[in-house]
């Protein structure tokens, strides 16, 4: 389970919203406890997919665009680690929107995620934010719904 703020939420719906036709993505910040995942904050980053990153996942993905993949840039999740640590907090998940899709994870999604992250995806519909889910990855690099609880 992850526990987010309504303003958490809104925060990626608003950057969704902001991004489309485009896939938006962010780093959640936060702690481990033993309900679960806690958020602490929410940080919209630049989709910096384009082809020179498509070249170092193997596929076919090149012709892809922002569309239809994302990438945060390796400097930002290392400054973002970094900072986190300072703070006492870590990393605990990333979100990012499937424009004109379901928020459910593809195989690009599944086979780059990272084992004890949760990974949110916002469905935008027409420019609409709509569904917004988590997801996990078990054991078996296969994805689980994962519950958003509302903290205050």
Request: hydrophobic share 35%; aromatic share 8%; glycine share 6%.
């Amino acid at each position: 389970m992850i526990q987010l703020s309504q303003e958490h939420l809104q925060t990626i719906r608003t950057h969704a919203e902001s991004i489309y036709p485009e896939e938006c993505c962010g780093i959640i910040l936060g702690y481990l406890a033993s309900e679960g995942k806690i958020a602490v904050e929410v940080m919209p980053t630049k989709n910096v997919w384009n082809t020179e990153v498509a070249a170092e996942f193997p596929g076919e993905r090149t012709t892809e665009s922002k569309k239809r993949q994302y990438a945060i840039a390796p400097e930002i999740m290392l400054k973002t680690q970094k900072e986190a640590r300072d703070r006492s907090l870590n990393i605990i998940g990333i979100f990012h929107s499937h424009p004109d899709h379901l928020a459910i994870p593809s195989e690009c999604d599944r086979l780059y995620a990272w084992q004890g992250y949760s990974y949110i995806i916002v469905s935008v519909q027409k420019g609409k934010a709509g569904e917004l889910q988590s997801w996990s990855l078990d054991d078996h690099h296969q994805f689980q719904a994962e519950a958003i609880e509302n903290i205050i």
